[in-house]
């Protein structure tokens, strides 16, 4: 069982908006530690989508969008592609674990 | 190219322990942290530990407390991580990922690497 809670899958058709939530506590997200996004297609290493909560690093789209408030976070996914069909994973740390905590993953289908 | 390049696939019996090797290149070795990753079929990524490439301190998941080691030679520009006591829950592609500090691995991972724990 993870300390961030994601959905366990999305879907959604090409061009439409998708959004997966992540659920945390007082010792990580509420705390105010910064989120973090990965995209993950298997086999592959992860990709680095979103930093300290809402920063997209150079060269990824601005289809990709984040946001934080109080214990939960959500990654925002507009104009579906079919390569975005991946597994999305949110990241914090924790105070409570003193540890890097990854939610348990998002199945993005594109239809 | 800043880059992590990690050591080939292993194959394991049980109770044995792994070695994995992740050599960086195209920045300063100990300007970054390096985190490890793994990611176990039909499961998750879960966070290993990292090692401050400067000070060689450690920091474990208490998931993984007394069965990992992190390593470094700076002289090479290459971070180790050794599991022991391995079971078939340890079969997982270990990754490692280059941070700025121990709250987050960043933007530079390596390709993984494989490791099968069988009798």
């Known amino acids: 069982q993870s300390v961030l809670t994601q959905p366990p899958s999305v879907s959604g058709a090409p061009g439409q908006r998708v959004a997966i939530s992540c659920t945390g506590s007082?010792?990580?997200?509420?705390?105010?530690?910064?989120i973090h996004w990965y995209q993950h297609h298997p086999g592959t290493a992860p990709k680095l989508l979103i930093y300290?909560?809402?920063h997209r690093p150079s060269g990824i789209p601005d289809r990709f969008s984040a946001s934080k408030s109080g214990t939960s976070a959500s990654l925002a996914i507009t104009g579906l592609q079919a390569e975005d069909e991946a597994d999305y994973y949110c990241?914090?740390?924790?105070?409570?674990?003193?540890?890097?905590?990854f939610g348990g993953g998002t199945k993005l289908t594109v239809l | 190219q800043e880059q992590l390049v990690q050591s080939g696939a292993e194959v394991k019996k049980p109770g044995a322990s792994v070695k994995v090797s992740c050599k960086a290149s195209?920045?300063?070795?100990?300007?970054?942290?390096i985190h490890w990753v793994r990611q176990a079929p039909g499961q998750g990524l879960q966070w290993i530990g990292w090692?401050?490439?400067?000070?060689?301190?450690?920091n474990y998941s208490q998931n993984f407390q007394g069965r990992v080691s992190m390593t470094r030679e700076t002289s090479i520009s290459t971070a180790f991580m050794e599991l022991s006591s391995l079971t078939s829950d340890d079969t997982a592609v270990y990754y490692c990922?280059?941070?700025?500090?121990?709250?987050?691995?960043?933007?530079?991972w390596g390709q993984g690497s494989r490791v099968t724990v069988s009798s």
């Open positions: 990922a280059r941070g700025r500090g121990g709250r987050a691995p960043g933007s530079v």
């Open positions: 090692i401050n490439t400067n000070s060689a301190a450690a």
């Open positions: 195209g920045y300063t070795f100990t300007d970054y942290y």
């Open positions: 300290g909560n809402t």
């Open positions: 990241q914090s740390f924790d105070s409570s674990l003193t540890s890097v905590v």
């Open positions: 007082r010792s990580n997200i509420g705390a105010g530690y910064d």
